[in-house]
């Protein structure tokens, strides 16, 4: 996957401003640099929140989480502690600290599984992994863990925004660890391993049927049947592949290849 969507922001932002509102009032004033806000030892919950969602506000979200965190903290069972621990969860997705976002948002369900904003902390969750997704020559098990976060928001919450935004991050992951699949294979059959190739292309036609890579799957099988001497199979793969994308390039080559090595043949 060389391009994607980022992650849309104002969707983010939206989530979180229904537990922000009430305590933006006390927001705009002033205040020292890093070390002052982090000097109190003690100070009242109203304040430290307010300033840790000034600080938010102002882009120094990595101070606004650790600030968001102090609120916990220093008034660990005041109401605010658990809007503390979902805006620090949130502050560190923005400041791009993806693991520490991802613990944030974890430990806020474990501590609140049924509050109402539940849903946008499984959907932090899925963003931070769906955000450190590497190019698909590297290994793919973010791309493995994105792909479950993002199943599970669309799974326990069907209806919701984050449900449909998770839906269509589902299809780039999925394009994306098709992708891998079909680099590996394509490497086993350049390296004459042509059952190993098969799996792999296999897998793809299995569990990545919607994808864009299909169809060239299911030429490369029709080209690893020919190779391990299994024209019937070669046929078949070469009529799905025209059944279901007859116009494609990918068609246009596997009929060339049953045609000259495999004409007459009937598939299996």
Known sequence: MTTRPRSPLKLALAATACAATVFTAGCAGGGGGPKDSLAYVARDVESLYAEAKRRLDNGNAKLAAALFDEVERQHPYSPWARRAQLMSAFSYY??????????????????????????????????????????????????????????????????????????????????????????????????????????????????????????????????????????????????????????TEWYEKAYELVQDHAAGVTAS
């Open 94 to 247: 923005v400041a791009k600290d993806y693991n520490q976002a991802i613990q944030s948002a974890q430990r806020f369900l474990s501590i609140h599984p049924g509050n109402k904003d539940a849903p946008y902390a499984y959907y932090l969750i899925a963003l931070s992994y769906y955000e450190q997704i590497s190019d698909v020559h590297r290994d793919q098990a973010i791309t493995e863990q994105a792909r479950t976060a993002l199943n599970e928001v669309a799974r326990r919450f069907p209806q919701t925004e984050y449900a449909s935004d998770a839906r269509l991050k589902l299809d780039l992951v999925n394009d994306h660890l098709a992708g891998k699949e079909m680099e590996i294979g394509r490497f086993y059959e350049r390296s004459g391993k042509w059952l190993a190739a098969q799996i792999r292309f296999q897998n793809v036609v299995d569990n990545f049927q919607s994808t864009s890579h299909a169809p060239e799957a299911l030429y490369r099988l029709t080209e690893t049947s020919l190779a391990l001497g299994i024209p019937q199979e070669a046929v078949k793969y070469a009529a799905v592949l025209g059944a279901n994308y007859p116009g």
